[in-house]
């Protein structure tokens, strides 16, 4: 089989269409659009991407005025003084007296700078949440008893959730009598605390 010839497009000649057309090529209307695709041309062409990439792209700046508060979480076992603590850095700072502690205290330890102090209580999920968001924890041991449960609870999750920066604070060293004892007990929660501490890396 075969292709039929296809007949070529011929231009008219002849006619009201093609002496329209002439006229227009010989009388251009100023200011008027010639050829639609050389009108679109500068827009839609290379040369339009390539001046807007030479401008400037203008630099926002995205720090904030003030700094965010740093996240200071007192954790600690039942009746160890978390309570007193919070209120002690509190009155060191502010010189005012907070009886009643319910949830963060932000407090102004200097002229940019906030701290946010957050008492953790003995649930996990308490601690979990802490332990994700702490930038420096206080935790309260009770020099007379020791290390307890809770303690190696908060240390393990601290493991998995990226260990925040964990100070060491020894409280009711006021039940030894002796000094000599007391220096033994100290050395002894130390060296326990970096067994802990130190192997993770920090």
């Not at 009388?27 to 659009?33: E, I, L, Q, Y």
């Not at 007296?97 to 946010?116: F, N, Q």
């Not at 649930?123 to 449960?149: H, P, Q, R, T, Y």
Request: glycine fraction near 6%; include cysteine; charge should be positive.
């Amino acid at each position: 089989m075969r292709a039929k010839d296809q007949k070529k497009h011929r231009k008219k000649n002849s006619g009201p269409k093609a002496e329209k057309k002439k006229q227009q090529h010989l009388n251009p209307k100023a200011f008027a659009v010639q050829s639609t695709v050389r009108w679109l041309n500068p827009f839609t062409g290379m040369t339009q991407d390539l001046k807007t990439k030479k401008h400037p792209i203008p630099v926002v700046d995205g720090t904030p005025v003030e700094p965010p508060p740093i996240v200071v979480v007192v954790m600690g076992p039942p009746k160890v003084g978390r309570s007193t603590l919070i209120q002690c850095l509190i009155w060191n700072f502010t010189r005012q007296k907070l009886t009643e502690i319910r949830g963060p205290v932000t407090i102004m330890s200097g002229k940019k700078r906030r701290l946010t102090i957050i008492e953790c209580g003995c649930d996990v999920n308490m601690m979990i949440d802490l332990a994700k968001v702490a930038d420096l924890v206080l935790m309260l041991i009770d020099a007379s008893f020791g290390f307890e449960m809770e303690t190696f609870e908060f240390l393990n999750i601290c493991q998995v959730h990226d260990f925040p920066k964990i100070m060491g604070v020894l409280t009711h060293l006021d039940s030894f009598k002796h000094n000599k004892q007391l220096k033994k007990t100290k050395k002894q929660l130390k060296h326990r605390f970096w067994k802990e501490v130190y192997p993770v890396g920090r």
